[in-house]
């Protein structure tokens, strides 16, 4: 039980280093920023998802608040991406690989706590996809830019997979570390198939798509 | 009584239709996104309003996370947009009038709500106005619009009446179905007699004002 | 004690004043807005910090809906500025000198709540500076901005100070109204001296910075 609560713990913050380096290297990327905005951003987007999902639950303080080491964690990825971000443009691939991780983990453990709250299966499998998704919506919304989860992109999608296959194993009983992981991995699995064949949802009826930049960095503004 | 809550019921989830119905198009006509954004956007005009409300009373999970009809509406009403959103185009001034009803509605409750929970007079008819005007401040702030209540139109007026009327009838001691509908009667007329006669709020003095298009869809942003 | 309690009281609407006169004239040079939208961002610059810090603590509802001083004030600020906006675009600097006021205090009663909540230092610190620049960041990112704290500018970094050293001396057991005025004062002096020598916080190595205009106000959106 303690081992599984360690890994857990570990993949938590695993998910939470990616999203902050990832979110911190958006932000070098999209805007003129000094070193406030970097890490800020940076953090934001490791721990927004968790924070929206702790207030929607009562859950208040938010995790974030209780335990120092998701701030820590978040903050060094923050400045790693500031100190780094010239090469680490070179790691695209690796960027993007630890962020379908952090999306998937990040599902999974939203749709669960949801559901340790006494939510309705359909809301913890949104609060679920929103734990996952909601951090990068306030870093692109905070960088003005229309969030890319709502564009294109197969990004929301896998995290409802994923916490659907969460909820669908507590109800079943099933629920424990290996589910966890099983339900992660789908999530992390159908968000790289899109990332490699360069999937999209569809788009309304009549309007031909023609996809943005794929990921968080679509697009500069017109007028930075 | 029971009757008295369906009929509450019934128009709350009618203005949360509309409110979907609405913010969806919205979306559709504003920025290029996919399903899980045009649905997303939708829910979130509907929703947003109410999960503001809820979180500042500290009424958690939010109402819209404990019966699930709210979510269900919501996501119909997106759907029906996104299928639809050529041929809606033509029923602009029905949509006009039904977000019409779902503003009125949502301040009626949320003014009713916010003294149930105990806040102050002025306070419940603040917090009735952010209920009616919430979600669609999200939704245009994702969208990375200026909130069209903020710039012109009689929008945000109509809605802090009808609080008012609410807390009025509450303090006096008549408040009950005729009330509350009679409030919403007063914001819904004063919101359509300002769509009429194309009426604004004042702007500061030495500005002249050139209104937006108005509604919702004020002003394409520049680079989509 | 109720002489300190007074005036802690005192300072903390003074902020408030000068948080929602900031705001508002913000709002009134960097879009077309009416009266609604005016005050509206007023009184969220001036009272958003201090509801993000309640949801945060889950001090619900935030301290803002109890006392309706709060309210009131900020309301008065964002119509003064409404209606005088022509003048006080001459009262730049006592604007900026007020605005430091808001921070410092709203950094050091922050910090300082955040600790009688029970949260750890780091987080406490953390939250105080998000009492400080949280409104501002809601009024720039309504208006379509990137927040200004993220771009340039010595603004959120003497609001941690301000903090950091509020939980030093409730640590240190000497908090009171003098260790408060320290911190306080700590933040606006250096907050001062980066507005006099127009000091930025580190930019991204490889990126040359060249600041964009002072204050909230840097660079008009393309499209309004």
């Known amino acids: 039980m303690a081992a599984e609560a360690s890994l857990l713990l570990a993949l938590d913050l695993t998910g939470t280093f990616a999203f902050a380096l990832n979110g911190a290297l958006t932000a070098v990327r999209m805007a003129r920023l000094d070193i406030v ?3 800020t951003l940076g ?8 924070i929206i999902r702790d207030i929607l639950l009562g859950a208040l303080p938010p995790a974030t608040f209780s335990d120092w080491r998701y701030l820590a964690v978040a903050a060094a990825g923050g400045l790693v991406a500031f ?10 691939l690796p960027i993007t690989v630890l962020d379908a991780a952090g ?3 990040f599902a999974v453990t939203g749709a669960s706590k949801a559901l340790d ?6 809301q913890a499998v949104i609060l679920g996809a929103i734990t996952g998704v909601g951090g990068g ?3 692109d919304t905070l960088l003005r830019q229309i969030p890319s989860v709502l564009r ?3 990004y929301a999608i896998p995290a409802l997979v994923g916490a659907a296959i969460t909820v669908a194993t507590v109800q079943g009983g099933v629920y424990g570390i290996p589910a966890a992981l099983g339900a992660a991995t789908a999530c992390f699995a159908i968000r790289m198939v899109g990332v490699r064949f360069d999937l999209n949802a569809p788009s309304p009826p009549g309007k031909s798509q023609q996809p943005p930049a794929r990921g968080g960095d679509g ?3 017109a007028d930075s």
């Not at 100190?83 to 695209?92: C, M, P």
């Not at 709250?117 to 359909?122: E, S």
Request: aromatic letters at 6%; charged letters at 15%.
């Open 219 to 221: 697009g500069r503004p």
């Open 43 to 50: 953090m934001i987007t490791a721990l927004g998802g968790g």
């Open 83 to 92: 100190f780094l971000s010239q090469r680490l443009d070179r790691l695209a």
């Open 137 to 139: 919506t306030m870093r």
């Open 152 to 154: 294109a992109d197969l």
């Open 103 to 105: 999306l998937s983990l």
């Open 37 to 39: 905005g970097v890490v």
């Open 117 to 122: 709250f006494g939510l309705g299966l359909g």
